[in-house]
C-alpha cells in the first residue's frame, strides 16, 4: 500500500494542484515563493494538527465568500440552497488523498472500501474543512452582523465593528464553527476533480487512524549559534535535550525493565544510597541550627533529605554529548558546528520515528497493536547548516535509515514515504525521478497560483531518442550541480567567455535581472536544444545566447560521384550559407539559412508559446561597413574596437585580437578576428579572463544581440517579480 497522489484545493496559492508521490522519497523544488512551504503545511495541517486560520483558504476566494454570507444578512428569508453546502464547497480548502492498495491489505481500508465488489486499486478520501453544522453558522452570522448594522444605524456613527465581513468573523471563529470532513471519492473518477455530492459517504471518525503514521520534521529544529545573546539563542533545543527524548521513549531501563536493565537500575541505586548517606552527614549541623527557631516545633514532621538519581540525568546537561578531539580531550556539543548538530539532530528524529512506528522501545504499551501499513515523514529543508557534501550524503542515506529494521527492509508490507521540500540544488539533483516541481503561474494582472509537474514524465521513456536525451539532461544536471529547479529565469550560454562575462553585464546594466534568481548554464549550441522538453515542462523564462556557426557549401569533384560537404566560415549574407547550429536549425527560430537568421525580426525570435527566447550575432555596422561576427569573442571585440585598441595583450587569442581590430580596414579586421578565433589551441576561457584582467567589465559595450536577450528577459521579469527600475545602470 501507498499514496500514490494527493490533490491540494483552495489551500493559499495551491487553488487546484495535483502532487504525484514517489513509491519512497518525493522532493519538492521551485523557486522562492512557489508553494513549496504551503504544499508542506496543507499536508501537515489536514493530516496532523488540524487547526486553521483565515489565511490558509486561497485569498481570493473571500472575495465570494463574503459574498454569499453577506447575502444571509441582507435577506428577509434564507432559502434552503441559499445556505447550502454546496455554495459554500468550491471555496474550501481540502485534501484528497489517493492509495493504491492491493486486494490482499483489505484489512487495513475494509473501513473505507468503495463498494462491495472493489477488487484492489486507488481508493480515494477527500479531507475538506467544512462547517461543523450550516445551520448554526448562518445563524450564529446573521445575528452577529445586525446586531452591528443596526448599532451603526441607529447611531449614524460610521465605524468597523466586528465583524465587518465573513473574514473578520471566521478569524475568531473559524476553529470553533469549521472542523475537517472526511468523504469517499469515486476511484472510476481518480483523474476528474470530483465535488462532494449525495453519492458521496461521509465517514465517521478519522479514517487514516491505524492507516497512516504521520511524522514531521521542520524547517525550524531549534539550533542557533552557542555564541549568540539574542533570547531565541536561549530557548532553543540542545543536542542532548533531543538525544535524552529519545533515550526516555526507547532505552530507559526503569521502563519495562529487562535482566539487562536490571544491573544498571542496581548500581543506579547504590549511587544513591551512597549520596544520600553524604547528604545526610553533611546538612546534620544547618538542620540542627533549625532547631534553635523551635522547628520543626510540636506536630510537624522532621526533615530528611534524599536524592532522585535517574538515568535521564546523565544526558540533562549541556556537556552530555562531546566531540573527543585528542585522547583526554573533549568539547561540549556548543562548540561544535551546527551543520554536525543538525544532521544528528535529524538522524536521531529519523530513528526515534521509525521505532516508534514499529513499537521497538520502553514505550511500546503505551500504543495499540496495529502498526499502519504506511509512515509518511515530511521534512521541511534538511539542508539548513549543512556543507553541500554533507546534504548529498544526506539525501542518500535518509530513506536507508527510516528502513534500517528488522521488519522494513524489503518488505513491502510496511511502506515508507520520505517527503522533502528543499531549496538545495545538491539535494534536489541526486534524486531527477523524484522530483515534483512547483510552477509559478504568475503574471502582473492576476494572483499567482502554482501548478505542480512531476519532472519523471517530461521525457517519454518508451521513445528511444527520448531516452537518450533524458539520459544525457540527467548527467549533464548531475554533473553541474546547477539550481535550474529553483531559478526565476535561466540563461544558457555557448562556451566560457559568456559564462564569466554575462554576470558582470547583468550586474553593471540590468538591475532588474541582478535581483532576480537566474542561473546561467554554459551548454553549447550543438546541446542547448536537448533541453527542449524540461525548459518547456517547467515553463521557465529562458534565453538562449548561442552563435551563427555559419558553414558553406563545398563539392570535391575529384570523387565521383562529386561529393558534397560543408565547412564553417565567416558570416556573410547573399551567399547561401546555413547554420550548423542544432539549437536555431531546431529548436528556436527553427531556420537554416543565415539570411533568414541575420534578417529575422526580434520579435520573432521568441516562441509562441513559451517564454523562450533565442540571441545571436547579428549585423554591426561600424563608420558605416556592415559585418558579421561568428561568435561571442569576436561579437565583443568588434563592438568594442577602440577600448580593444588600448590593450597591450602579449599572448593568447587576446593578442591576435588586439592585432585585428588595429587592421585599419574594417572588413579586414572582422576577417582577422574571424581567423583568430577559429584558429588551432584557442582557449577562449583564458580570453574572457584576460579581458576581466586588463579591461574593467563595466566599461565595456554589450554586443548588441545579447543586449536584446537581456532586455527582453528584464521586461518579461520585472513585472513578475515587481521591481522598480532604476533610472541610471548600476555601476
Known amino acids: 500500500m501507498k499514496i500514490d497522489f494527493v490533490r491540494i484545493k483552495n489551500f493559499r496559492k495551491l487553488k487546484n494542484c495535483k502532487i504525484e508521490f514517489s513509491d519512497k522519497e518525493t522532493l519538492f523544488v521551485g523557486a522562492n515563493n512557489s508553494g513549496k512551504t504551503t504544499a508542506m503545511d496543507a499536508l501537515i495541517t489536514f493530516l496532523g494538527r488540524k487547526q486553521f486560520k483565515t489565511q490558509d483558504f486561497t485569498i481570493t476566494n473571500w472575495t465570494e465568500l463574503k459574498k454569499i454570507a453577506e447575502s444571509w444578512v441582507t435577506k428577509e428569508t434564507i432559502e434552503e440552497e441559499e445556505k447550502s453546502f454546496k455554495l459554500l464547497e468550491p471555496h474550501l480548502p481540502s485534501l484528497d488523498l489517493w492509495f493504491n492498495v492491493d486486494i490482499s491489505e ?119 549559534d552557542a555564541n549568540s545573546d539574542t533570547p531565541e539563542a536561549n530557548s532553543t533545543k540542545s543536542l542532548s535535550s533531543q538525544l535524552r527524548s529519545y533515550y526516555e521513549s526507547h532505552l530507559n531501563p526503569s521502563i519495562d525493565p529487562n535482566e539487562q536493565d536490571l544491573v544498571a537500575i542496581e548500581k543506579l541505586n547504590e549511587a544513591q544510597n551512597t549520596f544520600d548517606k553524604n547528604l545526610t552527614s553533611s546538612f546534620e549541623a544547618p538542620l540542627e541550627e533549625l532547631k534553635v527557631l523551635n522547628y520543626p516545633g510540636f506536630g510537624n514532621p522532621q526533615i530528611t533529605l534524599s536524592s532522585l538519581i535517574k538515568a535521564t540525568d546523565g544526558l540533562d546537561h549541556e556537556s552530555a554529548v562531546r566531540y573527543n578531539l585528542l585522547e583526554g580531550l573533549s568539547l561540549p556539543e556548543k562548540y561544535n558546528g551546527l551543520g554536525y548538530q543538525n544532521l544528528i539532530s535529524i538522524v536521531f528524529k529519523l530513528i526515534g520515528y521509525r521505532d516508534e512506528w514499529m513499537r521497538k522501545g520502553k514505550k511500546t504499551f503505551e500504543h495499540d497493536d496495529i502498526i499502519e501499513p504506511i509512515h509518511l515523514v515530511l521534512i521541511e529543508e534538511p539542508e539548513a547548516h549543512l556543507h553541500a557534501q554533507v546534504q548529498q550524503v544526506f539525501i542518500k542515506k535518509a530513506y536507508e535509515i527510516l528502513r534500517n529494521h528488522g521488519n522494513l527492509g524489503a518488505n513491502k508490507e510496511f511502506t515508507t514515504q520520505l517527503v522533502i521540500s528543499t531549496h538545495s540544488s545538491y539535494i534536489a539533483h541526486q534524486k531527477f525521478e523524484s522530483l515534483r516541481y512547483f510552477k509559478r503561474n504568475n503574471t502582473a494582472n492576476s494572483t499567482p ?157 521568441l516562441l509562441k508559446d513559451y517564454p523562450v527566447r533565442v540571441a545571436y550575432q547579428t549585423e ?112
Not at 560537404?565 to 531556420?591: A, E
Not at 574572457?688 to 521579469?717: C, H, Q, R, S
Request: proline fraction near 5%.
Open 449 to 605: 497560483t502554482t501548478d505542480v509537474l512531476s519532472l519523471k514524465s517530461v521525457f517519454d521513456s518508451y521513445i528511444k531518442e527520448e531516452k537518450e536525451t533524458e539520459k544525457f539532461v540527467i548527467r549533464y544536471l548531475n554533473t553541474t550541480h546547477n539550481d535550474l529547479f529553483f531559478a526565476d529565469a535561466a540563461i544558457l550560454v555557448e562556451g566560457p567567455a559568456e559564462r564569466m562575462l554575462i554576470p558582470h553585464f547583468i550586474r553593471n546594466y540590468h538591475n532588474v535581472l541582478d535581483s532576480c534568481y537566474i542561473t546561467i548554464l554554459e551548454i553549447g549550441g550543438s546541446h542547448a536544444h536537448r533541453l527542449k522538453p524540461l525548459i518547456k515542462k517547467l515553463g521557465l523564462a529562458t534565453l538562449i545566447i548561442t552563435d551563427l556557426d555559419s558553414q558553406e557549401k563545398q563539392i570535391d569533384n575529384s570523387t565521383t560521384p562529386p561529393k558534397e560537404s560543408f565547412k564553417k566560415c565567416q558570416p556573410k549574407i547573399g551567399v547561401n550559407q546555413i547554420t550548423n547550429n542544432d539549437t536555431l536549425k531546431n529548436w528556436n527560430p527553427n531556420l537554416t539559412n543565415i539570411d533568414d537568421l541575420i534578417s529575422l525580426k526580434i520579435e520573432d525570435k
Open 106 to 224: 483489505l484489512r487495513y481500508v475494509s473501513h473505507i472500501i468503495p463498494s462491495l465488489d472493489w477488487s484492489g486499486g486507488l481508493i480515494g478520501i477527500r479531507l475538506i474543512l467544512q462547517p461543523k453544522n450550516l445551520e448554526s453558522l448562518v445563524e450564529e452570522y446573521v445575528l452577529s452582523r445586525k446586531k452591528i448594522v443596526d448599532l451603526i444605524t441607529k447611531t449614524g456613527k460610521n465605524i468597523e465593528l466586528w465583524p465587518a465581513d465573513f473574514w473578520q468573523f471566521c478569524e475568531k471563529k473559524l476553529n470553533t464553527l469549521f472542523e475537517v470532513k472526511s468523504y469517499l471519492l469515486d476511484p472510476d473518477k481518480h483523474d476528474e476533480d470530483q465535488n462532494i455530492s449525495d453519492n458521496n459517504i461521509e465517514l465517521e471518525g478519522n479514517p487514516l487512524n491505524g492507516l497512516i503514521k504521520i511524522n514531521t520534521i521542520n524547517a525550524q529544529r531549534g539550533f542557533s
Open 620 to 731: 554591426i555596422d561600424i563608420a558605416g561597413v556592415k559585418v558579421y561576427p561568428y561568435t561571442f569573442e569576436d561579437a565583443l571585440v568588434l563592438e568594442n574596437i577602440e577600448k580593444f585598441k588600448a590593450i597591450n595583450a602579449t599572448s593568447g587569442l587576446l593578442k591576435k585580437m588586439v592585432q585585428a581590430v588595429n587592421e585599419p580596414n574594417t572588413i579586414n579586421s572582422a576577417k582577422m578576428a574571424y581567423e583568430a578565433i577559429n584558429s588551432s589551441g584557442v582557449k577562449k576561457a583564458e580570453f574572457a579572463l584576460d579581458v576581466m584582467y586588463l579591461e574593467a567589465p563595466e566599461e565595456l559595450n554589450v554586443p548588441t544581440y545579447i543586449k536584446e536577450g537581456l532586455d527582453w528577459l528584464e521586461n518579461f521579469l520585472q513585472p513578475i517579480k515587481n521591481i522598480a527600475e532604476q533610472e541610471t545602470p548600476i555601476k
